[in-house]
């Protein structure tokens, strides 16, 4: 049997040693980074002035407290207060509200703090306080059928909405159980329970939840994994809950689809 030498045996050690502790130095330095700048790996917010809005033109442009939104009027009674994903701004979305007008509803498309201003920077603390004061600001109102619609991130602030305030039906776009589990799904590495601050949890806040909730998943969707909108799912004690796939879609395309918009309009009846 041929044996190494003492000495190259010990090289080796030496050498495995120190790849190893350099891997260790990385992946806590990682960690370390993730922790301390997470706000930065999560919220990508458009910093375009909240008033220079050309999109929602005819919309009020509300300020309340630390609540901003485009509140625009159609109907009395009915409204949907949306809570967009973690990228650009509520702006953007002025293709959802021409697909609600059709459906002659009121909107209230929130725009979160860091989003739509220079001087803040996003967090989960500062979004949550948007829906609180949301939630405050159409008690000013007379509203008596809301509907709360929330897409990826913003499946969290919707969730929190729900928690707090009586609402007639709930409804989740390409969903999560809680940003943990997302972060996971990325870093599998990485203890995420324990690093994320900015861990929205709809599972928690959805647990003792009896009303109207509809999950719209993405069939690829690459961002958000379906299992995780399941989970969200199966987590809903609600009798009245309903869980759909759009076929063919992905996290951002599913909103090119045909089949998405006919399901929002049966769901928004």
Not at 28 to 51: C, H, M, N, S
Not at 60 to 86: A, Q, W
Not at 236 to 244: G, L, R
């Amino acid at each position: 049997m041929f044996l190494l030498p003492n000495n190259i045996l010990s090289k080796i050690y030496l050498l495995v040693k120190r790849v190893f502790l350099i891997l260790l130095l990385v992946y806590f330095g990682l960690g370390i980074v993730f922790f301390l700048f997470q706000e930065r790996y999560i919220y990508y917010p458009d910093k375009t002035d909240f008033l220079d809005c050309p999109s929602f033109k005819n919309a009020d442009k509300i300020s309340f407290d630390s609540s901003r939104g485009y509140l625009t009027k159609r109907s009395p009674e009915k409204i949907i207060v949306y809570y967009h994903g973690n990228a650009g701004r509520a702006c953007d979305r002025n293709y959802l509200d021409s697909f609600f007008a059709e459906q002659n509803f009121s909107t209230f498309f929130v725009e979160y703090s860091g989003y739509g201003e220079k001087k803040n920077n996003p967090s989960m603390t500062s979004l949550l306080k948007n829906v609180t004061d949301t939630i405050s600001f159409l008690k000013t109102k007379n509203f008596k059928n809301i509907i709360v619609i929330g897409e990826s991130v913003g499946v969290g602030p919707a969730a929190y909405h729900a928690l707090h305030s009586d609402i007639s039906k709930l409804i989740l776009i390409t969903a999560y159980s809680n940003l943990a589990d997302v972060a996971f799904s990325h870093y599998p590495l990485y203890p995420m329970r324990l690093l994320l601050r900015n861990n929205f949890t709809p599972d928690t806040w959805l647990s003792d939840y009896q009303g109207s909730v509809s999950i719209i998943i993405a069939e690829n969707d690459e961002i958000i994994p379906n299992k995780l909108g399941q989970k969200l799912y199966e987590s809903i004690p609600s009798n009245f809950k309903k869980i759909y796939t759009i076929k063919n879609a992905g996290h951002n395309t599913i909103y090119e689809k045909d089949e998405f918009y006919a399901l929002l309009e049966a769901i928004l009846k």
